[in-house]
């Protein structure tokens, strides 16, 4: 069992940056690749980033390809998703998520691929 907190979320301008965390406490956190998600009110949870178990490989949905940053320390058990020249579009509740006995370099997109997931947090992008 994996418990997943994030953390960073809040209110922020168009053009500017935040940075969320997502803190995972139970099993190894380095056998995981760690996915980002999206959900805006109502729309579909959707795909942002995902990072492998090491770290080596990442991966980014086009629409934040560019501005957006993952990133992980194994060390901390923590994942981060660095967000820059944010926009309005960008709103959304941001969830972590965890993959357990992941392929090095798969690009995990799919929801239904994770198997542990964070309470979410929001971000808001005024315009």
């Known amino acids: 069992q994996v418990q997943l907190v994030e953390s960073g979320g809040g209110l922020v301008q168009a053009g500017g940056s935040l940075r969320l965390s997502c803190a995972a406490s139970?099993?190894?956190?380095?056998?995981?690749?760690m996915g980002w998600f999206r959900q805006a009110p109502g729309k579909e949870r959707e795909f942002v980033s995902v990072?492998?178990?090491?770290?080596?490989?990442?991966y980014y949905a086009d629409s934040v390809q560019g501005r957006f940053t993952i990133s992980r320390d194994n060390a901390k058990n923590t994942v981060y998703l660095q967000m820059n020249s944010l926009k309005p579009e960008d709103t959304a509740v941001y969830y972590c998520?965890?993959?357990?006995?992941?392929?090095?370099?798969?690009?995990?997109?799919?929801?239904?691929?994770?198997?542990?997931w964070g309470q979410g947090t929001q971000v808001t992008v005024s315009s």
């Open positions: 990072i492998s178990r090491a770290g080596v490989s990442t």
């Open positions: 998520a965890a993959k357990a006995d992941a392929y090095p370099s798969h690009a995990y997109a799919r929801p239904s691929e994770y198997d542990y």
């Open positions: 139970g099993r190894i956190f380095s056998s995981y690749a």
